[in-house]
């Protein structure tokens, strides 16, 4: 890192400390109180509203227009067509314009179709507009790069959009907006967009310990709950899970797997994930460094804890290899470290420094922990759906320290 990479590092907390929003349920997709177990709830978006509170062409949603793609564009091949039986396409032009999409928003509007049929019995999702080729919207629609629909319910039962615009939402969609009477708009981020890079994360099926003893899978892992982890002088301790900066039940993504020799541990991360790792066989704990997981090869040894022993153990990487799978998952706990299927990991990703990533987040964990001394509200209770997508707070400094460290300083 260079010479001015912690200085640097320390303005961006500094930043975000004066940007922390307000506590409450608006989208500004603040760190959730200490263990919030109300029922889950959904909330139908109001006439005009739309989630996240920011205009879509912004980073915090589906990110700038990159041009329009005609027919002939190289960039058309990425756009994929859309057959789902499930969904109803108007198709009023008569090209099967739109049916063509971005695969990030054919996976969304997918999902949404399921959540529709399971909410309304008898009920399909149904496309007014996808696509546009003929310039029907404004300059720089999303539209135009297949990253937007607008849609309805098939029986175009107008009392149930607030509600379709809230399963949009839990669908994934990066941003939502209950915009006429008529339709609701929901719109994607571009597949190649740095926010779509920025992530690391773990598959949903990976387990962590929590300090009962017992397994559970990322996907059903709540803020709140108590997790192995591991301290500052390497010993194993239970750590709370704050929230989670980055968590999408859709997203499909490649993976590192790792598997190491006898006792076998398996793990699955993105590449820029950092993990706990030397490059030689190790007999002890020195030498460890986080590294991204991408730079892995079989030989190195990865840190692991057993069940029934104290401490952890290196462990020499058996095979590197690559997996393909739907979801990501990447919980923040305390210690900004955990133990996933037996094997350390921290909470971090893109910036190949635990150190200086844990305090780039040191003000998201204070105002966590100022947060959880207040009384949960009543209000706060309908937030107790997990958001989906990338936390603001990840998003933020990624960008500021895309333009303060440089490229070069973080995963690609």
Known sequence: MPWHGPLALSLLCLACCLLLPGRGCGPGRGPPGRRRQARRHLVPLRYKQFVPNVPEQTLAASGRAEGRLGRRAERFRDLVPNYNPDIIFKDEENTGADRLMSQRCKDRVNALAIAVMNMWPGVKLRVTEGWDEDGHHLPDSLHYEGRALDITTSDRDREKYGLLARLAVEAGFDWVYYESKAHIHVSVKAENSLASRAGGCFPGHATVTLRSGQRKGLSELRPGDWVLAVDRSGQVVPSEVLLFLDRDLHRRVSFVAIETESPGHRLLLTDSHLVFAAQAPANGTDGFVPVFARRLRAGDS??????????????????????????????????????VNGVLASCYAVLESHHWAHRAFAPLRLFHALLSLLPPSGEAKNCSALETGMHWYSRLLYQLAWRVLGQDSLHA
């Open 302 to 339: 990865v840190l692991a804890h057993h069940a029934g022993r104290r401490g952890l153990q290196p462990v020499r990487v058996l095979r590197v290899s690559r997996e393909e799978g739907v979801g990501v998952f990447a919980p923040l706990t305390s210690r900004g470290t955990l133990l």
